[in-house]
């Protein structure tokens, strides 16, 4: 059983198209989360909706919207789609206690947008 | 601003040999630390985690971590390498509590253990 699933695995795409990624888990955690990874690796919070709210909005350019339709979709639709928007895009979830020892992360196998 | 510092891209150990990954963090408040694993074209896996108690937190796969406060430390270890262990490893932190909650994460160091 797949935890945390994201579609599509791998996305080719033109620049100035739209496109989006989608992500579902069947965790039944009440917190999921957008991470962009860089060609060198480095993973950073782009987005976090609790229980559909927005909760983290890093500073994102507004081309990246994020959509949830219930607490276990979160998805990613991206605008005008430019050369450095290339890169790997995870899927997270979690439990979001006020002090809860349980909340752990649980990461989606990724989406690899190339944008040419 | 909470942050976290990977200081080696990289590690190489020989299988059988003991490991280290190092980290150090900086956050407001008491820290929430995590180990993750990356391995080639997969997401992140959790390997184990601090919230409080024991200094000593033991994970997945053999490996353990070890949180020295006065350091601001939470290296991750393993007695004994296997080359399966090869892969990106992310240390991460967040406070234990307050509005900005997220995870933030190390630049990561991959680990390479040669037959």
């Known amino acids: 059983d797949t935890a945390v699933s994201q579609t599509p695995k791998y996305l080719v795409t033109q620049m100035g198209n739209d496109k989006s990624i989608k992500c579902e888990q069947n965790?039944?955690?009440?917190?999921m989360y957008w991470y962009k990874q860089d060609s060198k690796k480095f993973l950073k919070i782009m987005f976090s909706?609790?229980?559909?709210?927005?909760?983290i909005n890093e500073t994102v350019p507004n081309r990246f919207s994020p959509k949830s339709p219930d607490k276990a979709h979160l998805n990613l639709h991206i605008n005008s789609l430019e050369l450095g928007d290339s890169a790997v895009y995870f899927c997270?979830?979690?439990?979001?206690?006020?002090?809860?020892?349980?909340?752990?992360?649980?990461f989606g196998p990724g989406t690899r947008l190339t944008v040419l | 601003a909470q942050s976290v510092a990977q200081p080696e891209d990289q590690v190489n150990v020989a299988e059988g040999n003991p490991l280290t990954v190092k980290c150090t963090y900086s956050?407001?408040?008491?820290?929430?630390l995590f180990w993750y694993v990356q391995y080639p074209n997969r997401g992140l896996q959790f390997l184990l985690k601090?919230?409080?108690?024991?200094?000593l937190v033991k994970g997945s796969y053999g490996f353990e971590a070890e949180f020295n406060k006065s350091q601001t430390s939470f290296h991750l270890k393993k007695p004994s390498a296997l080359v399966s262990d090869s892969a990106l490893y992310f240390c991460?932190?967040?406070?234990?509590?307050?509005?900005?909650?997220?995870?933030?994460f190390g630049s990561g160091t991959q680990l390479t253990v040669l037959p």
């Open positions: 997270a979830s979690s439990q979001w206690g006020l002090y809860s020892s349980t909340d752990t992360q649980y």
């Open positions: 965790l039944g955690h009440d917190t």
């Open positions: 909706y609790n229980n559909k709210e927005l909760i």
């Open positions: 956050v407001s408040g008491n820290p929430y």
């Open positions: 601090y919230i409080t108690g024991d200094n």
């Open positions: 991460a932190v967040r406070p234990e509590s307050g509005s900005a909650r997220q995870l933030t």
